[in-house]
């Protein structure tokens, strides 16, 4: 039913390996320069093979000294450098081999011949025919890096390296240009190794190689690599520029790093006699975004008024990014000012910009004051803006105020788009109110906008986050007869869609309708298939799809292994989960941050505390980020572990680092609280939801009447109850099963069965574990008599209790009795 699949999947996964997260550059001393040889012998050279192992002799000595010659590679003195890629340089004989290597025939494996090739065209040229190659190359390996051809660039790269005398041709660029090729393709190990294997060669690293190697770590989200790059670099006593101090700024600013250690870097960047410019100033405001530092950020942004930069649009921006996160709209207003007076007149999306960032946090009140001054101001709220706003409200579940905004655009005479109708359809479809959402679809066909893919895509969604599967049909089958043919998106949609609805078969046949169809699945399509067997816990199958994934040469990536380590963490494969999780803490699967979280999320799922806290660490050695549902993890496994301490440590890191506790934070503390001597501050903890505007759900509720209960407080539990009940909340069998096991704790026995009595009264079905408690505790206090006439009596208490579960009680009475 997968479609044709490997029989068999040996784990562990064996992908290729992955140099060590930590540069291992080598020490190594600059000899002295020697004067080039004279060119004819080079070329013949460069035509034969290398061979280490044969002894030099007088006759190779010239070559040999050109290859001990140490070259600072980089793009130093590159006069094109940060500019597009431009045929300019390239000779007619470069020009017809770069056709060749570009042809979407060409095959990788012939790159060292055509290169050859180009030799032996520049080797019939007179006098700087080895200069001329040398450019040629550089060019076409910029050439190739501009045509997204990173294999053959590499390729080239390679080849250039083979070669006896290849510093000679490695252009000083080169070495920067292939790291910076690598890094835009997301090819970042790769990247890494090229600078550690020139490093290890004895190749001395110019400042520009350095540069472009942080900057591919920065823009991957591996920051502390790129930290360790940029030691790496200050211990080699490669002086850094400007541009590698901006970038290294940037990444400590993305880091969260402390306001000081930022502060250190500027002050070393100033003893090296290197001046701020307005994009370092820019920078440092943007840093103090995260730490909400605004004192910081005056303090800069006066700093280069005073060093005779103007701040433009971005520094404002920035400025204005600061207030937005710490809160502080006034302030925000008066940088607004400002911004006019010195002749920067805001934009709208200067506007939209501050009104997302407070959107974001949660300062949808502030939104709406911005939004008025910015029409007072003249500038015309659009429609990102309006949009904006109604997704802010939908989110905090203010649905009233998202519908008056959408009123509110429509009267501006501001046409909503089809990403505006999206959002009202996910509102209403998250809430159930599908009436609703229905409307809106109509309201789409009589505006001006048309249903795209994404809006059935949307329902889609909607339908199989709710678990409505015959919806999710009746949808799809509406879609097709609109005129829209379901692709690979919509058909991954509805894997998707269906397995949140539980079922399985329906997710799997139309993997399989998809196939027969002649739908060549993609990543995605595979990634959806997956976390439909993960949710299940099919680990065998996820393993078996994995192999058809592989053999049908589509790479995995992060979003594949999290399905495979939930599918063996749903399974109970844990042997499984712990091979894949060293794969990935060895590098032989990349460690990204999704990784990571998700090693966090299963090990603290199946209760793994080593495991869980070494994900953890190495998920901040890695430079990422922890999200929410990682540090609620982090809380949850020490929570019930009665780790106070270490609870307590994650909610300060969460508060310094501007995280907001989410309802399971909250839920995860009452729960440690209720198990130890400090029980009432679960009930200080509900209260303190309660403050903050959230809404406490069951559990909450819950483990405050657990832990009342647990203490013989059954006055206080049942006020709890009571205002449970009255917030609109619906007890549940748990409930009910802590007060009973309560009173039948204390020989309660009238209160355990009243309990019983009243929760079948409203519509709650007692389970085993509540006759179980009761039937034990009897037994507990040797009152076997009474346990026989409890059990006896029991279809008088529940009608619909069976005769299997009175002869199940008999049995377990028994039992207990011997």
Not at 684 to 695: D, F, Q, S, T, V
Not at 792 to 808: A, C, F, G, M, V
Request: proline share 4%; net charge neutral.
């Amino acid at each position: 039913m997968l479609g044709v699949m490997a029989e068999k999947l040996a784990l562990p996964i064996l992908l290729s390996g992955l140099p060590p997260s930590k540069p291992s550059f080598h020490d190594h001393r600059e000899p002295p320069n020697i004067p080039p040889p004279s060119l004819a012998p080079l070329f013949q050279e460069l035509l034969l093979p290398r061979n280490p192992g044969l002894p030099k002799t007088p006759n190779t000595q010239s070559s040999v000294q050109v290859l001990r010659t140490r070259t600072r590679l980089g793009n130093a003195r590159d006069p094109n450098r940060r500019k597009p890629w431009s045929s300019d340089g390239l000779s007619p004989q470069g020009q017809r081999i770069l056709q060749t290597l570009i042809d979407p025939s060409f095959d990788v494996s012939k790159t060292d011949e055509t290169l050859i090739e180009l030799v032996e065209l520049h080797s019939q040229e007179l006098g700087d025919g080895l200069k001329s190659l040398s450019l040629d190359l550089f060019c076409i390996i910029k050439a190739l890096g501009f045509h997204r051809k990173c294999d053959i660039a590499l390729s080239v790269f390679e080849w250039i390296r083979k070669q006896k005398d290849c510093e000679v041709l490695l252009r000083e660029s080169s070495v920067a240009v292939i790291i910076s090729i690598l890094g835009k393709e997301g090819r970042v190990s790769a990247a890494s190794s090229v600078l550690q294997s020139l490093s290890k060669d004895g190749v001395s690293i110019d400042v520009y190689a350095y540069t472009s190697m942080i900057s591919v770590f920065a823009n991957n989200g591996r920051y502390r690599e790129a930290v360790l790059v940029f030691k790496k670099m200050e211990e080699e006593g490669c002086k850094p520029t400007l541009i590698t101090y901006n970038v290294i700024l940037n990444v400590y600013g993305k880091m969260g790093m402390s306001w000081n250690r930022i502060l250190k870097v500027v002050e070393g960047m100033r003893r090296m006699g290197v001046s701020p410019d307005s994009y370092t100033y820019n920078t440092l405001i943007s840093c103090c975004r995260r730490g909400s530092l605004c004192e910081e950020a005056v303090g800069i942004f006066e700093e280069m008024k005073q060093a005779g930069f103007s701040p433009d649009k971005v520094t404002y921006n920035a400025l204005l990014d600061v207030y937005g996160k710490s809160r502080r709209p006034k302030e925000a207003i008066e940088v607004l000012r400002e911004m006019e007076a010195n002749g920067c007149s805001p934009s709208t999306v200067t506007y939209n910009s501050l009104i997302s960032a407070y959107v974001r946090d949660g300062l949808l009140k502030e939104a709406v004051e911005l939004k008025t001054q910015m029409v007072e101001k003249g500038s015309k709220p659009d429609v990102f803006t309006y949009t904006t706003l109604l997704s802010g409200f939908e989110k905090a579940g203010k649905d009233e105020s998202a519908i008056s905004v959408f009123k509110e655009m429509r009267n501006a005479g501001c046409e909503p788009n089809i990403c505006t109708f999206n959002a009202l359809i996910k509102m209403h479809g998250n809430r159930r109110r599908f009436a609703e959402m229905m409307n809106v679809f109509e309201e789409i066909k009589a505006s001006h906008c048309a249903p795209d893919i994404v809006t059935w895509n949307t329902i889609l969604q909607v339908f199989g986050q709710n678990g409505m599967d015959s919806e999710v049909s009746g949808v799809f089958k509406e879609m097709k007869r609109a005129g829209f043919v379901p692709e690979r998106d919509t058909l991954n949609t509805l894997i998707s869609a269906y397995s949140r609805c539980g079922s399985f078969d329906q997710a799997m046949t139309v993997y399989k309708r998809m196939l027969e169809a002649g739908v060549t699945p993609d990543l995605s399509s595979y990634n959806a298939v997956l976390a439909a067997l993960a949710r299940g816990g099919h680990w065998e199958q996820s393993e078996k799809v994995f192999a058809e994934m592989k053999d049908s040469q589509i790479k995995p990536n992060e979003l594949t292994f999290c399905s495979l380590l939930h599918a063996y963490a749903n399974g109970k494969e844990i042997e499984r989960m712990r091979t894949l999780a060293e794969e990935i803490y060895s590098g032989s699967i990349e460690p990204r941050a999704v990784l990571l979280k998700t090693l966090v999320l299963v090990n603290s799922k199946t209760d793994l505390l080593v495991e869980t806290e070494r994900a953890f660490l190495l998920l901040q050695k890695g430079g990422f980020s922890p999200d929410i549902s990682t540090l609620n993890a982090m809380v949850s496994i020490y929570g019930r572990r009665q780790m106070v301490a270490k609870a307590d440590e994650i909610l300060n890191f969460m508060n310094d680092h501007g995280y907001t506790p989410s309802l399971t934070t909250y839920n995860s503390l009452m729960y440690m609280y209720s198990r130890s001597d400090d029980f009432e501050r679960s009930e200080e903890i509900l209260r303190e939801i309660l403050a903050k505007g959230m809404k406490p759900d069951i559990i909450s509720y819950n483990t405050v009447i657990f832990a009342y209960c647990r203490n013989g407080r059954m006055r206080d539990a049942s006020r709890i109850f009571s205002e449970m009940r009255e917030c609109g909340l619906i007890p549940d069998v748990i409930t009910y099963n802590t007060f009973v096991a309560s009173y039948a704790a204390k020989s309660m026995f009238v209160e355990a069965v009243g309990v019983v009595r009243y929760m079948i009264k409203h519509g709650c079905k007692p389970n085993q574990n509540t006759y179980n408690t009761i039937v034990d505790w009897y037994g507990k206090l040797c009152r076997m008599d009474e346990a026989i006439m409890f059990i006896t009596n029991l279809r008088k208490l529940d009608p619909y209790i069976s005769q299997e579960e009175e002869s199940r009680l008999l049995e377990r009475m028994k039992i207990k009795w011997l």
